[in-house]
Structures are given as structure tokens and as C-alpha cells.
């Protein structure tokens, strides 16, 4: 596969994948992209052929992925209605709302999205906080340091400082808030990857149930896992042979049973694993 894909070369997504590349090489084709963000090779291509608007949430996923929060400004301007962008930008002129509220809101949904255009009010504290205003501005906190690979930030009180990248436990700045989204839930299930067929006599919602008890147990006996450069965690079962990947505010990404089982594991830990996780 190119490289380079000409039609792709203006457009923001393929120039963010691309510049991503520069430290990470999987990057550099839109299968590692995939593989990397859990979205399918195929909607990578339409997006960044201009082909297929992306969802909110993958926006998120890319944005986070390639280390470009430009991308939500880019996806806000070319894919927002000028009303709705109009009420909002004059929302936070006036005081109404504050940067994480607004971003908020452009990443809201369309029953949010329209309590702003009814005569120019602001949805209630309650309604913002349900869209997990800082999950959703964690996207925004990364920096390059020295070349290497992105040091993910947190912010408090004003002060920058950096998670802990080696630890693996799902508590704290690692602790999932959501499991699958409904539509990634059910793509996996039933739709393009079909993983159903692995799980025989299970239900799509006793697996959406076992991947997220998956993903936050604690690494020890048959349970191994491991923490990548974009703060997903993985955790993988050798008594049965489980293989989760999520990010702790964007939700689980994917459950299935590798062909080459632990094999497969151990590959991928070295591939972008932490040393010392």
C-alpha cells in the first residue's frame, strides 16, 4: 500500500496520521492507524478521502491517537452547523460558559446541541457534567518531549505534571468510566468483526459485561496487561485466552480471542508496551 495516498494529501486526518508517523511507524499506513485506534481500515480511508464524515468519538480517538487536538477544532469548523456554532461562540463571549463547557458542547449530542439554539440557552450543569467535560478536554493535554513518543498531562490548579506512564492499574487516572459505546459494541459484536462467533452462548451484553471486568483487574497470576503511548491499557487472560484494549475515558475499544494467543500478547507489549509494565 502507498504511503503517500495523493487524493488523501490535503486532507486533515491523513496529514495528522502522517505527521504521527514521525514517532510512531505504524502510522505511517492506515492499517497500523486501525490497529492502533480500533476504527476499521476502511473508514480511515473515507475519512481522509473526504468520502465519509467521522463520528464525534472518532475524531476524539484520532485526535488523541495522533497527538492533534487540532482535529477537533477541524472537525468543529467543517462539520458544525454555523447557528449552532454561532450560539456557542457567543455563549463563551459572554461569560455563559466555560472553555471545557463549550468544547462540551461541540462534542454533544443533538438534544444538546439544540437546547442551545432554542433562544440562545445554555443546557443545565447537570446536562454538561453527563457529557464528561474532562474526559473529553483530556484530549487536549499532550506533549512532545524531546522527539520521543507523547508524555501524556494532567492538569490541576494550574500546574502541569506527568501520569505515571509504568503504572498499569486500573484505578485512579487509569479507571474506566464507560465500557463499549453502544455503536462500537455492536460493530464488534455482530458487525464488522463479528466476534460473536468466538463467544458462543454468550450474550452481546454478558460480553460487553466480561470485557470491562477484564480491563480492570490487576495485573498478577494469569492476567497480564500493559499500558501504550496513547493511555490505552490492555489486559490479557491466558486461562481464557481474552485480548481487551480501551482507553480509560474513551471506553473499551475491543474484546476478542488472538489466534496466537499469548504470543500475540507478548508482541504487542513489545511493540508498545512500557518497559517495566
Same mark, same amino acid.
Given at each position: 500500500m502507498s504511503q503517500n495516498p495523493t487524493k488523501a494529501a490535503d486532507n486533515a486526518f491523513c496529514i495528522a496520521r502522517k505527521n504521527a508517523a514521525a514517532w510512531s511507524e505504524a502510522l505511517n499506513s492506515r492499517e497500523g492507524a486501525s490497529e492502533l485506534l480500533c476504527i476499521d481500515r476502511t473508514r480511515i480511508a473515507r475519512i481522509e478521502l473526504g468520502s465519509l464524515i467521522p463520528y464525534p468519538e472518532e475524531v476524539l480517538l484520532m485526535a488523541d491517537g495522533y497527538n492533534a487536538p487540532e482535529l477537533l477544532n477541524h472537525y468543529f469548523q467543517e462539520y458544525t452547523d454555523e447557528d449552532y456554532k454561532k450560539a456557542a461562540v457567543l455563549s463563551l463571549l459572554d461569560g455563559q460558559l466555560t472553555a471545557a463547557e463549550y468544547i462540551s458542547c461541540i462534542f454533544g449530542n443533538r438534544q444538546t446541541? /439544540?437546547?442551545?439554539?432554542?433562544?440562545?440557552?445554555?443546557?443545565? @450543569?447537570?446536562?454538561?457534567?453527563?457529557?464528561?467535560?474532562? !474526559?473529553?478536554?483530556?484530549?487536549?493535554?499532550?506533549?512532545?518531549? !524531546?522527539?520521543?513518543?507523547?508524555?501524556?498531562?494532567?492538569?490541576? $490548579?494550574? +500546574?502541569?505534571?506527568?501520569?505515571?506512564? !509504568?503504572?498499569?492499574?486500573?484505578?485512579?487516572? $487509569?479507571?474506566?468510566?464507560?465500557?463499549?459505546?453502544?455503536? $462500537? /459494541?455492536? +460493530?464488534?459484536? !455482530?458487525?464488522?468483526?463479528?466476534?460473536?462467533?468466538?463467544?458462543?452462548?454468550?450474550?452481546?451484553?454478558?460480553?460487553?459485561?466480561? +470485557? /470491562?471486568?477484564?480491563?480492570? @483487574?490487576?495485573?498478577?497470576?494469569?492476567?497480564?496487561?500493559?499500558?501504550? +503511548?496513547?493511555?490505552?491499557?490492555?489486559?490479557?487472560?491466558?486461562?481464557?485466552?481474552?485480548?481487551?484494549?480501551?482507553?480509560?475515558?474513551?471506553?473499551?475499544?475491543?474484546m476478542f480471542k488472538p489466534a496466537a494467543g499469548e504470543a500475540y500478547f507478548l508482541r504487542k507489549k513489545e511493540q508498545e508496551g512500557f518497559d517495566g509494565t
Open positions: 446541541r /439544540l437546547m442551545i439554539l432554542q433562544k440562545g440557552e445554555i443546557p443545565s @450543569k447537570k446536562v454538561l457534567q453527563s457529557i464528561r467535560i474532562f !474526559d473529553i478536554i483530556q484530549s487536549f493535554l499532550y506533549v512532545h518531549t !524531546d522527539g520521543k513518543e507523547p508524555q501524556r498531562w494532567i492538569t490541576a $490548579n494550574g +500546574a502541569r505534571f506527568p501520569i505515571d506512564e !509504568d503504572g498499569i492499574s486500573a484505578t485512579g487516572p $487509569n479507571k474506566f468510566t464507560q465500557g463499549f459505546s453502544q455503536r $462500537n /459494541l455492536e +460493530a464488534h459484536w !455482530d458487525g464488522t468483526h463479528g466476534h460473536s462467533r468466538q463467544y458462543p452462548g454468550m450474550t452481546m451484553q454478558e460480553y460487553a459485561k466480561r +470485557a /470491562l471486568e477484564l480491563i480492570q @483487574k490487576p495485573v498478577r497470576g494469569n492476567v497480564l496487561g500493559y499500558k501504550n +503511548a496513547q493511555g490505552q491499557i490492555v489486559r490479557y487472560d491466558r486461562e481464557t485466552n481474552d485480548f481487551v484494549k480501551g482507553h480509560p475515558s474513551l471506553g473499551i475499544a475491543t
